[in-house]
């Protein structure tokens, strides 16, 4: 079975901070992504990667960079919170045209 | 661009009921349709998919077909449990898996 691990359930940061969101999956695959998932507006791509150091702009890319150095782990960087970026964030990965196996999520509050 | 509209939430049912779920889209050419479930303090799964028009995607008694010629892949279930409890996403992807596209959500609660 596949799985997806993401670091943190839950995290608390303050304005201003640099925050890093890992995640790690054990399925060899060459497709990870980044999405924020918020009330109402259901999941948008943040970023995605399809190979190693290799990276695209997602929907909402705007304070976010991401970084991949090893094909099984897919960080998220807030360069410098804001209270706008309290969200869940869910990582995702899959190989090509296959649909995709999701983390259980970080919990996001910046305060 | 893509884009896919699913019936706002929350439904409500009793137990053993039937569920519909609507979605539809609009997306570039034929793409393939998913509807993933979100349970409790978890990450999105593959409930199921169709690839091509007509096909029907089933699993844990759910089904859906896709359907061309409404762009259309509605969520059915014929009897509903409390443990389906859970948000329920549509999304089209025409993009080979890069760019799915993922509805608001649905979300389902079943009372026993």
């Known amino acids: 079975d596949v799985k997806v691990t993401q670091s943190s359930r839950y995290l608390v940061k303050r304005t201003g901070e640099k925050v890093f969101l890992e995640c790690v999956q054990d399925m060899d695959h060459e497709n990870m992504f980044w999405y924020r998932q918020d009330p109402g507006l259901g999941l948008r791509l943040i970023y995605f990667?399809?190979?190693?150091?290799?990276?695209e702009k997602g929907d909402i890319p705007e304070g976010y960079s991401v970084s991949r150095e090893k094909k099984e782990r897919f960080s998220l960087i807030l360069e410098s919170a804001s209270t706008n970026q309290t969200s869940m964030y869910l990582c995702?990965?899959?190989?090509?045209?296959?649909?995709?196996?999701f983390g259980d999520g970080t919990r996001l509050s910046i305060l | 661009g893509d884009s896919v509209t699913q019936m706002e939430g929350p439904v409500t049912l009793s137990e053993e009921a039937f569920l519909t779920i609507n979605c539809t889209y609009t997306?570039?050419?034929?793409?393939?349709l998913f509807w993933y479930v979100q349970y409790p303090g978890e990450g999105l799964q593959l409930l199921l998919k169709?690839?091509?028009?007509?096909d029907k995607g089933s699993n844990k008694g759910f089904e859906a077909t896709y359907r061309k010629e409404t762009t259309s892949f509605h969520l059915e279930k014929g009897s509903v449990q409390v443990s389906d409890s859970a948000v329920y996403f549509c999304?089209?992807?025409?993009?080979?898996?890069?760019?799915?596209?993922f509805g608001a959500g649905t979300r389902l609660f079943v009372k026993a």
């Open positions: 995702a990965s899959s190989a090509p045209a296959e649909p995709q196996h």
């Open positions: 990667s399809y190979d190693v150091k290799m990276k």
């Open positions: 997306a570039t050419g034929y793409p393939s």
């Open positions: 169709a690839t091509k028009a007509d």
């Open positions: 999304a089209p992807d025409h993009t080979g898996g890069f760019k799915t596209i």
